[in-house]
């Protein structure tokens, strides 16, 4: 089944602690994207990726490091996480082909709290 | 800046209406529109891709029109059930400087009342 995966999907965590949300899509996509939603803000973009060792800011990218060493994985890293980034945060994939009109395919979300 | 804005906010309608949910944006430069659907606790699942040279799009009960000129979007739904409860959003993909981007509209709360 074609899936964008992520890992974990609740994810309770403190103040400064290193944490890596993976995200993993099997439809061989070259783009891929993490957003974060917050109520009354919408979904923002933090980062993508245009394909491997191609990686870019989105809108909100401060406090977030990705990297993309393969094509099918983009984690997104949190290397001191602040209460402020607790949010639902989201991977997202799709082909690049064709002026860039493919939909785009999103996994199940990671919750993420940070005390 | 593209700003795209989905009214009303919520809207709680009987079953069986057709429904017409809106969107709209402030730049007519896109590459396409893409309507999702999200359930609680749930990621996007994507209804309708219209890109830019299309006018409408069709799958099943939903059908999606774009006007660029205007900058205007409508998902309508027809014979609504009660499984359509859900937030219906609406995004464009555009290019800026090279980099792509997708901007969302904030979402439609829609219920549909048994």
């Known amino acids: 089944e074609a899936q964008v995966t992520q890992n974990p999907r609740y994810l309770i965590t403190v103040t400064g602690k290193k944490l890596t949300v993976t995200c993993s899509q099997n439809m061989n996509h070259e783009y891929m994207s993490w957003y974060r939603q917050d109520p009354g803000l919408g979904l923002r973009q933090i980062y993508y990726?245009?394909?491997?060792?191609?990686?870019d800011k989105g809108d909100v990218p401060e406090g977030y490091k990705v990297s993309r060493k393969e094509k099918r994985n983009f984690p997104l890293i949190l290397e001191s996480p602040s209460p402020n980034q607790t949010s639902l945060y989201f991977c997202a994939s799709s082909w690049t082909g064709g002026a860039y009109n493919s939909p785009l395919h999103f996994g199940n979300g990671t919750r993420l709290t940070v005390t | 800046k593209q700003e795209v804005t989905q009214i009303p906010a919520a809207l709680s309608v009987p079953e069986g209406e057709n429904l017409v949910l809106n969107c709209s944006f402030t730049d007519s430069a896109i590459y396409n529109l893409q309507w999702f659907r999200q359930d609680p606790g749930k990621g996007l699942t994507s209804l309708l891709l219209?890109?830019?040279?299309?006018r409408e799009q069709t799958s099943g009960r939903l059908n999606a029109s774009l006007d660029k000129s205007s900058g205007r979007s409508t998902l309508y739904i027809a014979a609504s059930q009660p499984g359509d409860s859900a937030t219906y959003l609406c995004a464009v993909r555009i290019i800026i400087q090279g980099a792509q981007k997708l901007v969302f509209g904030q979402g439609t709360r829609l219920t549909i009342n048994p």
């Open positions: 219209i890109q830019s040279s299309q």
């Open positions: 990726s245009m394909n491997v060792e191609v990686t």
